[in-house]
């Protein structure tokens, strides 16, 4: 049974991906947990308290449930790296990447915010760069700067992501990855 906290994590996570910190009013998340204000305040001082809260451990937990196969790999690690690229249930094009939506709205104007996005993509490229690193030490990529590469698959994937959301067409997505995809591929040589 999900208890109060986690509610409040996943209500507010939700209406923030949904809506935007500032489009996310606290009475509208407290209505989504089904909890009452006094119940969050026994969780959280407030409600950017609790946003940061539900970022960051939602966040952590996409990318634990996306990239941690990573480690159990000693074979196929890249065409399983490209089969989870390329599944379009595992992202939400309507309302974009959640990383980039709370970047581009909240960390100009407030730096706990911002200090938590710039941790969350490093560990989003840190996560990138493991796979290729795994890659290269079982032979399937040739040795490169996978700290650069992984830049370039990050930083790749988001504008996909914005490109299927401005347009409403994920084949959008699916062309910008297939041509990452082609590119990482002459790296493996």
């Not at 001082?45 to 449930?65: D, Q, Y």
Request: proline share 2%; hydrophobic share 40%; aromatic share 10%.
């Amino acid at each position: 049974m999900e208890n109060t906290r986690d509610k409040l994590i996943d209500a507010t996570f939700d209406e923030i991906y949904s809506h935007g910190y500032q489009g996310a009013p606290l009475t509208d998340i407290l209505k989504k947990a089904g909890v009452h204000k006094g119940s969050m305040y026994h969780f959280f001082k407030n409600k950017k308290e609790m946003a940061l809260a539900a970022i960051g451990e939602k966040m952590f937990e996409k990318f634990n449930e996306r990239y941690s196969y990573v480690e159990s790999y000693q074979i196929g690690i890249l065409d399983e790296f490209y089969k989870r690229l390329r599944d379009l249930t595992a992202r939400d094009f309507k309302r974009g990447c959640p990383i980039a939506n709370i970047v581009q709205e909240m960390s100009n104007i407030d730096e706990d915010f911002n200090v938590l996005m710039k941790s969350i993509y490093e560990v989003f490229r840190e996560n990138v760069k493991s796979i290729l690193d795994k890659a290269i030490e079982i032979k399937e990529l040739k040795p490169c700067d996978t700290t650069k590469l992984a830049l370039f698959i990050t930083s790749t994937l988001e504008g996909a992501i914005l490109s299927a959301k401005a347009t409403g067409d994920e084949q959008d997505y699916l062309d910008v990855i297939d041509e990452m995809i082609d590119y990482i591929q002459m790296k493996r040589g």
